[in-house]
């Protein structure tokens, strides 16, 4: 299936080079999903630019775990996909293979502003161990709220965002 | 001659993109021999790290002749002369700077302080001097291109220094180099050498006086005042008391040259003896070119302080010269009023 999302994440990794220098219709979905996330067996690693984009930066053994949780659902997930029962692929994570959650990588300014709206800012605009706990913490009340299965995030997905203006106008 | 872009190891494609352009990063890459990947920097490290393991150490024959190629650049040639082993390695193996990568001729970038290739060709003096070291020993001095040059041979590279090839000797920078210096503005003549030596420093403060002499008339009664018969006018005497350190000539304090300034000093208190004849010398402290004074040296002192230096000497001096007028024409009243401000 062709989906418009797949293409613009193709044109994506291809810019930034993810993905050979190759016209986007000529890459396979396959590619793709290679290109953000993929398992080397021998090492037990992952690499792509899930990896590069969303690293494994923390110190608290919780967060560490958290993040194993996280980055292991989103791979089942493209598993899934491409199994015989082709599940489709949740849209919060196609927001991870866009970059669209805020961590330590993420552009300063918008890190900036998510820090703030978290009550977490700091001078040097650091996305640390306390900022993924209260990710974390709010991202699981929202997900408690709505009855979603998935794992809690440690990073600033959208929902999380959704979630802090909430509680900002007291919904 | 190619430009050459500095890399950072997490340097991304589009960073890359952004300073050569989308159209261009196809023949940037291909220039270079590199993959089309997203972390960019950490390939040209890997490929630099590959060229140490590869290749033996380069001879000083094969710098020279690297460096003959890169004379229409003064900015490229200094960079590769003051590499280290493991830069002389990667521009060995790929004709890249370490850190760097080549920019083709096609491509026009807008020169910063991470461009270079300025199409400035390497002066004679500096062309020769550099020639030489490599040719000796193969290492190549910071001050052979100008006191005020930034890039430093203490690694150009960001390698490990525990790798075993890497035997670069960190030279340092001097410590003065960033410090306007009055060279040329104070200095003392001798008549006896007919030369002149500077000073580093102007003399920390400068108190100068003139004086008369008076004799008064003896067995006068009922004067209300002696009177006063001239006898003479000066001598004019001052000491004038320099502070420095001896890093100052070079950054390397066993140069010699604050030795030479202060035995120069000395000296005039000495004569020549040359047979029956006595020649003394007459000194002049020329402050911006003009005269200060001229005259007799009559008193050198140098008083010594911490820190010690690598041969086992003090580094701070503090020189004190006291020279006696000798005036070189007649003073009298108008000439001295119409003396300049420095004279």
């Known amino acids: 299936m062709n989906l418009p999302m797949h293409d613009i994440i193709k044109i994506q990794y291809i810019r930034q080079g993810y993905l050979p220098d190759v016209p986007y219709h000529m890459v396979s979905d396959e590619e793709m999903f290679d290109a953000f996330l993929s398992y080397d067996s021998d090492t037990q690693t992952y690499s792509g630019y899930f990896v590069d984009m969303y690293p494994n930066k923390f110190k608290d053994a919780d967060n560490q775990v958290r993040y194993n949780s996280l980055i292991n659902y989103i791979y089942e997930c493209i598993v899934a996909y491409f199994s015989e029962l082709k599940v489709s692929i949740p849209d919060w994570v196609y927001s991870y293979m866009l970059g669209v959650p805020i961590s330590d990588r993420s552009n300063l300014q918008d890190k900036h502003n998510f820090l703030v709206l978290l009550g977490m800012s700091n001078p040097y605009d650091i996305f640390d161990d306390n900022t993924a706990n209260a990710c974390y913490e709010v991202s699981t009340k929202y997900l408690k709220r709505t009855n979603d299965n998935r794992v809690p995030t440690i990073f600033g997905e959208p929902h999380v965002i959704k979630e802090l203006r909430l509680t900002e106008v007291s919904v | ?343």
């Open chain 2, 1 to 343: 001659m190619p430009k050459f872009i500095k890399v950072s190891p997490d340097m991304t494609l589009e960073e890359l993109k952004q300073i050569v352009g989308s159209q261009n990063i196809g023949a940037v890459l291909a220039l270079n021999n590199l993959p089309y990947v997203a972390n960019i920097g950490e390939k040209v490290f890997e490929q630099a790290t590959a060229s140490m393991i590869d290749h033996g150490k380069v001879s000083n024959q094969r710098k020279y002749t690297m460096l003959n190629g890169m004379t229409g650049d003064s900015d490229v040639f200094e960079t590769a002369a003051m590499s280290d082993e493991a830069g002389w390695r990667q521009l060995n193996k790929n004709g890249n700077l370490p850190g760097y990568i080549k920019i083709p001729d096609t491509v026009t970038i807008a020169d910063s302080v991470n461009v270079l290739g300025n199409g400035v060709s390497v002066p004679k003096t500096v062309y020769a001097d550099t020639m030489k070291q490599i040719k000796e020993t193969g290492t190549v001095s910071p001050d052979t291109f100008n006191y005020y040059s930034f890039i430093v041979n203490t690694g150009t590279t960001p390698y490990q220094s525990d790798l075993p090839w890497n035997d670069t000797k960190t030279i340092n920078t001097k410590t003065f180099q960033n410090f306007k210096l009055p060279w040329g503005d104070v200095s003392l003549y001798s008549s006896l050498s007919d030369s002149k030596i500077d000073f580093p420093v102007y003399p920390e403060t400068v108190s100068d006086k003139r004086k008369a002499n008076y004799n008064t008339m003896p067995d006068l009664l009922y004067q209300y005042e002696p009177w006063q018969l001239y006898q003479s006018s000066g001598p004019r005497e001052n000491t004038y008391t320099f502070k420095f350190h001896r890093d100052m000539w070079t950054g390397d304090h066993r140069d010699g040259k604050a030795n030479e300034l202060i035995r120069f000093c000395e000296a005039n208190c000495y004569p020549n003896y040359d047979g029956s004849t006595v020649n003394t010398s007459t000194v002049t402290l020329l402050v911006k070119g003009r005269k200060l004074i001229t005259g007799v040296v009559t008193d050198v002192s140098t008083d010594w302080e911490e820190p010690i230096g690598l041969d086992g000497w003090y580094l701070f001096c503090t020189l004190s010269i006291t020279i006696v007028e000798v005036a070189s024409e007649p003073l009298n009243y108008r000439k001295v009023k119409s003396l300049p401000l420095i004279g």
